[in-house]
């Protein structure tokens, strides 16, 4: 699909990786605007619209913008992660780890489809990740929902299916950028988890856009451990251990 003129709705416009997204966005023609809490570190060839994904009346505000304005895409990309064992993490920052990483996509979904219906025309992408199929130790939260947002795509899918509205979920792997935390670094270290360079993730995810994929797991290794997981989910608690056992010592040291 040529996405020139395409107008796109962005979320997390201005985070490590919806920069270089916005950029390819923009190179390939679309008409890109950016919902963030704050407006990106350098100047882009993008609109930028304030929106707290994080409080339900920052949905409410960003899902009727959404709504008014129609977008051709939505891109549902912004994320907030939280690494370390579940009894540690505040009930205020799980609540927002819901809120933006799922329930606002959800939203966001519901408020531009009336309007894709109507044209019989559009596309909803969701940035996942590989933690919404292998759910990983020290990540719950985050992996639960990222794999909310998976069923989520997967389900609209469905409903959609027989119209031209294309559902796309990608699942990138680690990405360098402000989320890999100096720890969670140690932890890739440690474990030899991939890292990927948002740039070259920006290209996939465009690609896929272009392409109107279903679902694009970015790894090689990665995509095996997801099918491995959905049917032998007790190997992959094995293949794992190791890692698990790693993580919990930076956090008792």
């Not at 890109?32 to 993008?46: C, E, F, G, I, N």
């Not at 064992?85 to 009336?114: G, I």
């Not at 991939?194 to 995810?205: F, G």
């Amino acid at each position: 699909m040529n996405i020139s003129q395409k107008r796109v709705f962005l979320t997390g416009g201005s985070g490590g990786l919806g920069r270089p997204l916005a950029v390819e966005l923009a190179s390939a023609g679309a008409d890109v605007t950016m919902l963030s809490r704050r407006p990106p570190d350098r100047p882009q060839d993008a609109r930028h619209i304030v929106a707290d994904l994080s409080t339900l009346d920052g949905i409410a505000e960003a899902s009727a913008t959404v709504e008014r304005e129609e977008p051709d895409i939505l891109i549902n990309m912004a994320g907030t992660q939280y690494f370390g064992p579940v009894e540690s993490q505040s009930l205020e920052a799980m609540l927002a780890s819901y809120m933006v990483n799922l329930m606002a996509p959800a939203a966001l979904c519901r408020a531009t489809l009336r309007a894709m219906k109507r044209r019989n025309s559009g596309q909803i992408v969701n940035i996942g990740s590989i933690f919404g199929s292998i759910p990983f130790a020290h990540f719950a939260a985050y992996s639960s929902a990222k794999a909310g947002l998976r069923a989520l795509s997967e389900a609209l899918r469905r409903e959609l299916a027989g119209t031209d509205i294309a559902v796309t979920y990608v699942a990138p792997r680690a990405i360098q950028t402000d989320m890999l935390s100096s720890r969670l670094q140690k932890y890739a270290a440690l474990t030899g988890m991939n890292v990927d360079a948002p740039e070259q993730v920006a290209q996939r995810v465009l690609k896929a856009i272009e392409q109107r994929r279903k679902e694009v797991y970015i790894g090689f290794s990665e995509q095996l451990f997801v099918r491995l997981n959905a049917i032998l989910p007790r190997v992959v608690d094995t293949a794992v251990a190791s890692a698990n056992r790693k993580a919990a010592a930076l956090f008792s040291s």
